[in-house]
C-alpha cells in the first residue's frame, strides 16, 4: 500500500480525507490521521478564529501532518486572504484547494514553503494546477458526492491526467473499498480520497440525519 506519494505527506497509506466542509471537522481528521491515512480539514468559507480552533484540537489530538481545504474561487477575497494569513501564522504547511483553480492562491502559499494539492475535475484543471505549482493533483469524476467539478468518470479522467501529469496523482469519486483503492493504485494512481465512505462515520462532524441517509443508500445497518 505504500506510495512515494505517503513519504511526501507524512502517512502510512495512501488514503486521504476529503476536506469536506462541515463534515471533516477535527474529530474525523484526527480518526483518519491517526489511523495512518492524510487528512484535510473542511474549511471553507469559515471564520478564521474557528480555523484556528480546528487547528489547535486537531494538533492535540494528532501529530500526523494535514491539510487545510479551501476552495479560493468560491469565497469572498477578502475572507478568502484572512484565511490563509490566518493559516500561514499558524504554521499550517499543507493547503488542499478544490474548484476554480486560482494560480495566485497557490502561488501565494507555495512561495510561503506550503505544500499543495489540488483537486481537479478536468484535464485542463489539472495543466493549469501543476502549472501554478501544485505539489499533487487529485482527479475528481463525476461520481463524486458533494460539489463536483468532474464530468466523467473517475477512472477515465485519472488515465487521462496520469497521462500527463508529473506531479502524483490521487483518484477520488465513488472510491469506498479496497477493490476501488487497489484499481486506482493499479492504475498508476499514488492514491485514493474519500469523501462520502467517511462522511457516515461517529467522528464526522455531518449531522445524524445525514448520516443515516448515507448509511441507508449504502444498505449498513446502524452498527456498521
Ligand atoms: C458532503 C460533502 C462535502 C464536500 N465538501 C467539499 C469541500 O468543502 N471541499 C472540497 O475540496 N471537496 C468537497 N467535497 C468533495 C470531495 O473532496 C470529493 O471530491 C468527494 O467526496 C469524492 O467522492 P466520494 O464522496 O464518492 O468519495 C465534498 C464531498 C461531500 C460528500
Known amino acids: 500500500m505504500h506510495t512515494p506519494l505517503c513519504d511526501l505527506l507524512g502517512c502510512e497509506v495512501p488514503i486521504l480525507l476529503a476536506g469536506m466542509g462541515e463534515v471533516s471537522r477535527w474529530e474525523l481528521a484526527a480518526a ?17 478564529d474557528l480555523i484556528a480552533r480546528e487547528v489547535a484540537a486537531l494538533r492535540k489530538a ?11 474561487a468560491a469565497t469572498e477575497t477578502g475572507l478568502l486572504d484572512r484565511q490563509i494569513g490566518r493559516c500561514l501564522d499558524l504554521g499550517v ?18 512561495s510561503a514553503g506550503c505544500k499543495v494539492l489540488h483537486q481537479v475535475g478536468s484535464m485542463e484543471a489539472a ?9 499533487v493533483l487529485i482527479a475528481q469524476g463525476v461520481e463524486a458526492g458533494g460539489h463536483v467539478h468532474g464530468r466523467v468518470g473517475t477512472f477515465v479522467l485519472l488515465e487521462q491526467v496520469l497521462g500527463a501529469a508529473l506531479v502524483p496523482v490521487v483518484a477520488t469519486g465513488g472510491i469506498a ?17 474519500c469523501g462520502t465512505a467517511l462522511l457516515a462515520t461517529t467522528e464526522s462532524f455531518a449531522h445524524d440525519y445525514h448520516k443515516r441517509d448515507r448509511r441507508r443508500a449504502a444498505g449498513l445497518t446502524a452498527h456498521s
Do not use: C, H
Open 93 to 110: 504547511t499543507d493547503f488542499s484547494f478544490f474548484w476554480d483553480v486560482m494560480p495566485g492562491v497557490v502561488r501565494r502559499v507555495k
Open 62 to 72: 494528532t501529530d500526523r501532518p494535514f491539510a487545510v481545504n479551501l476552495i479560493p
Open 32 to 48: 483518519v490521521a491517526n489511523a495512518g491515512g492524510y487528512a484535510a480539514l473542511g474549511m471553507v468559507r469559515e471564520d478564521p
Open 177 to 193: 473499498s479496497g477493490a476501488g483503492r487497489a484499481a486506482a493504485l493499479a492504475m498508476g494512481a499514488q492514491g485514493i480520497q
Open 127 to 135: 495543466r493549469v494546477a501543476e502549472a501554478a505549482g501544485a505539489d
